[in-house]
């Protein structure tokens, strides 16, 4: 039968929050230097998850890029052709078909990662950094040049609407550390220390059948203290087929505050609005929720984040 969550998940106050980033930041022991929390992905684990890999099948987690605008993307990507066959041409020689492309990276549409540089907080990026290395001319540490070797490992999908009975997570639900923990329980898999930790709510599911919405304002994602389970399993990245974070915020100042504590307490690169709808079906019938994953951001040498299309080969 299902069951839905109550929206009403513990607010947190401005000294609670403050003590989770404080703890957080504390067990983020596995994190260091420009990578954060890649560092976890030892070349021992990338080769663990390469045994992961049964069929060779490969399974897209990113969504189309939207070009036209909408109420959660009114800034959409601009596809443009530069050159085309015009009337009577193409018939002999030869010709080139060309076109140019530019887009809002960190909007509420497309699949994106964020860099450690993304967030400032109280005057800072991850681990003290000075937010002044951020510039109008890009950023001068923590880019998303730092992983322009890609991200390789194991990825785990816990899918929370299945956990539930229900097709998605309804705008300002939020996922407990209970959840992702009964997740893993009901799917038979356990996230593990490097693992890169992908959580369903749904999200991309219901604008399809929905329509969009202004997502800015209500969206499901994870309630901050389920940084609680992602410290307690050491993940390396985490993503979801939201933002991550719930909307509205349930911490008192901070709009994003799953976005402080994982990229700037934790130095966990973050991976936006992703799509699930082609892999969750897969795992399913497989029984089999880990995967090797293969994460590759475009080499932006400057930028805070980079549109992405994650693989999961099965």
């Known amino acids: 039968m299902a069951t839905r969550a109550p929206t009403d998940r513990p ?3 401005a000294a ?20 954060g929390a890649l560092a976890a ?26 070009t036209e605008s909408g109420p959660d993307d009114p800034e959409p990507a601009r596809h443009r052709m530069s050159a085309w066959p015009r009337q009577g041409e193409g018939a ?68 929370v609407p299945r956990l539930r009975g229900v097709p998605w997570l309804e705008p300002g639900e939020h996922v407990t550390a209970d959840d992702l923990g009964a997740a893993e329980s ?59 974070d719930t909307a509205p915020s349930c911490a008192e100042g901070v709009g994003f505050p799953v976005h402080v504590l994982a990229i700037h307490a934790m130095g966990l690169l973050l991976l936006d609005y992703l799509q699930f709808e082609d892999l969750a079906p897969v795992c399913a019938a497989r029984e089999r929720w880990s995967f090797l994953c293969v994460v590759a951001p475009l080499r932006l040498p400057h930028a805070t984040g980079s549109p992405v299309n994650p693989i999961a080969v099965l």
């Open 16 to 35: 609670e929050f403050d003590l989770l980033y404080r703890r957080l930041a504390a067990r983020a022991d596995w994190a260091g230097g420009e990578r």
């Open 92 to 159: 002999s020689g030869l010709h080139f078909a060309r076109d140019r492309f530019a887009m809002n990276v960190h909007g509420d549409a497309d699949s994106h990662v964020d860099a450690l540089c993304h967030v400032v907080y109280d005057g800072t990026l991850h681990g003290g950094v000075g937010a002044d290395t951020v510039t109008a001319d890009g950023a001068d540490a923590l880019s998303i040049d730092t992983v322009h070797d890609g991200i390789v490992g194991r990825g785990v999908l816990v899918d």
């Open 186 to 244: 009901a799917q038979g898999v356990q996230v593990r220390g490097g693992d890169l930790l992908f959580v369903r709510v749904g999200h991309r599911r219901r604008r399809d059948e929905l329509g969009a919405w202004q997502a800015a304002e209500a969206r499901a994602g994870l309630h901050p203290s389920a940084l609680e389970f992602v410290a307690d399993r050491r993940v390396a990245v985490l993503g979801s087929d939201g933002n991550n």
């Open 41 to 66: 992905l030892t070349p021992a684990r990338v080769l663990a998850a390469a045994r992961e890999v049964r069929t060779g099948r490969t399974v897209t987690m990113a969504a189309p890029v939207q």
């Open 11 to 13: 607010r947190l106050s």
